[in-house]
């Protein structure tokens, strides 16, 4: 069974702070892995994927990939207000869709 | 260019009823993924389609769910004899080729209820 572990929170940061989002995942076949931002009643968009371990950055967003340890996690910097959203981790094997873990809740405080 | 297309955005039905769910894939999309989300849950994949064949149909419930792809026309999702525990979300997701990668889009979901 292929699956993709995240904690639900709530995780509450503090507007401008960092806010850590983590996901293990089951499957060492995992080849690519997103991340994709929810909000509520909405569907959910992507944000960042990665392939390689190590860091891989885009804006305020880095995300972070390490095969060895089966994780992979997002951190916002400078989170906003508007970054409070379910946060979905998801995990690409090549011959399988795409399997989701059930989200992480962020609330960011202003 | 439009993106995925789901329709109708929010569905009721009354127990025992049939519910059917359409999702239009972005034009140049060939395959169509569709998810299902339960309140507080995550997406759980149900089926991926290519036009006019099923290629995996793994997560998909054997009895009262079918879903098809069309030469023509939008993917759609049918579920017969509704229950209250059908109640959810259901996502469509397109992409170009095979694979759900950074190419795939989700539509805007419907909302099933069932009463």
């Known amino acids: 069974q292929k699956e993709v572990e995240q904690n639900s929170g709530p995780l509450s940061v503090p507007e401008g702070a960092i806010a850590s989002l983590n996901c293990t995942y089951s499957d060492r076949g995992s080849q690519s892995f997103f991340w994709y931002r929810q909000y509520s009643g909405k569907s959910p968009e992507l944000i960042m994927f990665i392939y390689s371990n190590g860091d891989k950055e885009d804006g305020r967003f880095t995300a972070q990939l390490n095969k060895a340890s089966q994780y992979v996690s997002l951190l916002i910097r400078d989170s906003q207000p508007s970054d409070s959203a379910t946060y979905l981790c998801a995990a690409y094997s090549g011959n399988t869709p795409l399997v989701f873990g059930k989200g992480t809740r962020l609330s960011v405080i202003a | 260019n439009a993106g995925v297309m789901q329709n109708p955005r929010h569905l009721v039905r009354r127990r025992g009823q049939e519910a059917r769910l359409r999702c239009s894939p972005m034009?140049?999309?060939?395959?169509v993924y569709w998810y299902r989300q339960l309140p507080e849950e995550g997406l759980k994949f149900m089926v991926y389609l290519q036009k006019e064949n099923i290629i995996d149909e793994s997560g998909m419930p054997k009895e009262r769910f079918s879903a098809e792809f069309p030469k023509e026309g939008p993917s759609i999702l049918r579920i017969q004899q509704v229950v209250r525990g059908d109640s959810a979300a259901y996502f469509c997701?397109?992409?170009?080729?095979?694979?759900?990668?950074?190419?795939?889009?989700f539509g805007q979901g419907t909302r099933l209820t069932v009463v």
């Open positions: 034009k140049g999309h060939s395959h």
């Open positions: 997701a397109s992409s170009p080729s095979q694979g759900f990668d950074t190419e795939a889009f």
